[in-house]
């Protein structure tokens, strides 16, 4: 089973173009269901019957778990048995004529352009404030994960050319272009501020050596603190409303599509690997447009 699980993995690798975060998903929810049918009948996944798999996903439900989890857990067996299917190993994949169960999705939160400017604006002078107009302006003109941003390194932006890339590690690996305001921003904090939180740390560590972003210890900053520094400049502006990094993420989508984004482009700038996820942006807008007309027109 070892040999066949690694098999498994280098498939899901070149096959599925699947991050190592989803690669180690899709392998945790076989071993789920693995454990499922050892306590129902004893069957390997490679015997199991669309009944087994109906059965553990009906048990899911049951037990409190999301239509979102559910699905993911679902495509994860798919996977496992197009593989088996690709080697020749069963017939028909006991999973491929199960539905999936509808997802009810929640009303996406976004900033308008004007909060956003609002936002953006509000870091003061000094080192800690350059340091966070640098982040703010870097989350709005990516639209990166916090987990990503967290994790770049100085040698990752490239000034000059104007980007930033996402080596894959905490998400799809990606080339993202920065606005003028964020490359301002970055220009600045990394010329003129970093060096001042990494004076007199080289002796105490080496941890803030490569990082983009560092505290104020000359270490790499947190999910945690970017987290409190965004909210932080919401309430000092009066957004009156509570604010986090996909809040952020999600402003930059929605603005992007109401500008005529493509969905194919947003999709690859986000590092969706599911278009599903892209699309809701779409719909986002597309319920905008349908409110200005009811304002708008006299026969609306």
């Not at 999973?95 to 996406?108: F, G, L, M, N």
């Not at 105490?204 to 270490?219: M, S």
Request: net charge positive; proline share 4%.
């Amino acid at each position: 089973m070892d040999k066949e699980l690694t098999l498994y993995k280098d498939y899901l690798r070149k096959n599925a173009n699947l991050t190592e975060n989803s690669v180690n998903a899709y392998l945790s929810d076989l071993a789920a269901f693995t454990g499922f049918l050892s306590e129902k009948n004893g069957r390997s996944p490679a015997d199991a019957l669309k009944a087994d798999v109906a059965d553990y996903l009906l048990k899911l439900s049951q037990g409190g778990k999301s239509a979102a989890t559910v699905n993911r857990k679902l495509a994860s067996l798919r996977a496992y048995y197009k593989f088996l299917a690709d080697r020749g190993e069963i017939g028909e994949s006991p999973a491929v004529s199960i539905k999936s169960p509808r997802i009810r999705r929640k009303e996406i939160e976004y900033l308008t352009i004007e909060e956003v400017d609002k936002l953006l604006a509000a870091p003061p002078d000094g080192d800690i404030g350059l340091r966070d107009a640098a982040i703010l302006e870097t989350l709005y003109a990516t639209g990166m994960r916090v987990s990503e941003l967290m994790f770049v390194d100085v040698e990752d932006v490239n000034l000059r050319m104007g980007f930033v890339s996402c080596d894959g590690s905490h998400g799809k690996a990606r080339i993202i272009p920065l606005g003028r305001p964020a490359r301002a921003a970055l220009e600045k904090y990394i010329y003129e501020v970093r060096p001042h939180f990494r004076r007199g740390t080289e002796k105490r560590n080496k941890k803030g050596d490569d990082a983009l972003f560092l505290n104020y210890y000359g270490e790499r900053i947190t999910r945690q603190a970017l987290w409190k520094i965004l909210r932080g400049y919401a309430e000092k502006v009066g957004l009156g409303k509570k604010i986090t990094p996909q809040i952020l993420r999600n402003s930059f989508a929605v603005h992007m599509v109401q500008n005529g984004a493509d969905l194919k482009s947003l999709q690859e700038l986000m590092g969706h690997e599911d278009p599903i996820a892209t699309q809701a942006y779409l719909a986002v807008s597309k319920s905008r447009i349908k409110d200005v007309y009811d304002r708008a027109h006299p026969r609306a």
